[in-house]
């Protein structure tokens, strides 16, 4: 068995939370190289705490790895994945797989949200098509980074699926915070979109997953995403809307509230929901409804601890959950929130998808589904909600 090696673009938040997963990766034998990311101060600050390489060019690192994981914004995915596939190299690609970030040269006074989406969902199409001829013509391996398909509360509901044969009939889900960390989210020329593309995307993709894996345990053709019907809003951009400083409202051209409605080929729905305006930590669902059964996942928060603090000041150095905001008064501990999330999960089966030369369960279909649903439903929105087909490829 080879090592594989890893090579990280971008040092952020989700390159961190990556490079955890690869130290906790059994049986396989893996080592993270280094990152490369295009801010000189902050590459270095990530590789010096990790120990690992921080690379002044992109070119360098390609060189002395197997796998690029991509974890930089939306704009820069499909470059750094196209050069890789180029190299031979396997790739991971952090959500969103890809989209639309405006025309060549876009400067500061173009704007997403007044852009016309006919021609969003054509040009993230396109770009969806380009990664996939740069994958297949090279014969390397796409892994989406979708971490919902890895999440235990999901993958119990495969189980579940699988023994029951379930028809799931309805899907209703949401993920959503009080506003993201990152400077890129906000700006749709470096984020392809708001709460559709940033967060949306994962109780989306969760529920095209769960649709797969139905119609494989049916052994049915597979169901697929056929029409969309979706509102987003800019909420805290109203004329009216009273700041009172609890939520992230800096936003330059993106919304910050959506709501998908589905329906799926077989005539099946779900309603996907995710906002930046929920305060009291990360809300992260997904509940099915099926012909023999109905379960909830509840990713985060969920109730395996349940804490009563009556001292904020005394559990300042305690992680307690995700954008939690405060920890007076009730909150849910999470034991250990990122295998709540999935993160060691995915990375795992990433690792033996290329040990044992096979597929992940988030896989490059999965990524391309999504990018056609969540453009469809931008345009959707531009004609009020009008029900619009999801181009699949
Ligand atoms: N799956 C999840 O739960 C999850 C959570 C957070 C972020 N993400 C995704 O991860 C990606 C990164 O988000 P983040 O939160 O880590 O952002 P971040 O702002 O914390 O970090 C981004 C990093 O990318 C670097 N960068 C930006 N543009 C670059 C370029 N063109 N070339 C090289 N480096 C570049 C920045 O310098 C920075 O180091 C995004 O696609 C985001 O949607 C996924």
């Known amino acids: 068995m080879k090592k594989i090696k890893i090579g ?46 921080a690379f002044d060019s992109f070119a360098a690192m390609l060189e002395r ?30 959500k969103p797989y890809t989209g639309y970030y405006g025309p060549p040269n876009a400067d500061d006074s173009w704007r997403g949200d007044k852009a ?72 749709w020329r470096e984020a392809g979109g708001g709460s559709v593309v940033g967060k949306g995307c994962h109780p989306l993709s969760a529920a095209l997953y769960l649709k797969r894996v139905e119609a494989i345990a ?29 939520l992230r409202t800096d936003y330059l051209d993106v919304e910050d509230f959506c709501q998908l409605h589905i329906t799926f080929t077989d005539g099946t729905v779900a309603d996907i929901f995710s906002s930046e305006i929920v305060m009291g930590g990360v809300h992260n669902w997904l509940e099915i409804f099926a012909n023999n059964h109905r379960y909830r996942a509840n990713i985060n928060p969920n109730d395996c601890g349940t804490l009563y603090n009556p001292v904020e000041e ?13 920890k007076q008064g009730w909150s849910f501990p999470s034991p250990n929130e990122d295998w709540m999330t999935g993160y060691p999960q995915e990375i795992q089966d990433f690792m033996e998808c290329i040990d044992s030369d096979r597929e992940p369960q988030s896989d490059i279909m ?24 999801v181009p699949l490829i």
């Not at 080592?31 to 000189?40: K, T």
């Not at 796998?67 to 790739?91: L, M, Q, R, S, T």
């Not at 049915?220 to 009273?242: C, F, K, M």
């Open 8 to 53: 990280i673009v971008g040092a952020g938040f989700a390159a961190g939370f990556h490079y955890e997963a690869y130290l906790n990766v059994n049986r396989i034998e893996v080592e993270v190289v280094g990152s490369y990311s295009r801010n000189s101060a902050k590459r270095i600050a990530f590789a010096e705490e990790r120990n690992i390489v």
């Open 65 to 94: 790895v197997d796998v690029i994981d991509i974890c930089v914004p939306g704009y820069a995915h499909e470059n750094y994945a196209v050069i890789a596939a180029e190299h031979g190299k396997h790739i991971i690609i952090e």
């Open 116 to 187: 016309d989406k006919n021609e969003m969902l054509t040009q993230a199409m396109a770009s969806v098509k380009r990664i996939a001829n740069a994958v297949s013509a090279n014969e390397v391996k796409l892994m989406y980074a979708e971490n919902w398909v890895y999440a235990p509360a999901i993958q119990k509901e495969v189980e579940v699926l699988r023994a029951t044969k379930g028809q799931i009939l309805w899907m209703q889900g949401e993920e959503s915070h009080s506003g993201s960390h990152s400077p890129a989210y906000g700006v």
């Open 218 to 246: 049916r052994g049915i053709e597979p169901i697929r995403p056929q029409s969309v019907n979706a509102r987003v809003h800019r909420l805290t951009g109203i004329a009216d809307y009273q700041d009172e400083g609890h």
């Open 314 to 326: 005394q559990l300042k150095d305690v992680y307690i959950a995700e954008k939690l905001g405060s």
């Open 366 to 389: 999965l990524a391309a589904d999504t990018v056609a649903v969540m453009y469809a439903a931008y345009l959707s929105d531009q004609n009020e909600g009008r029900t619009t087909d």
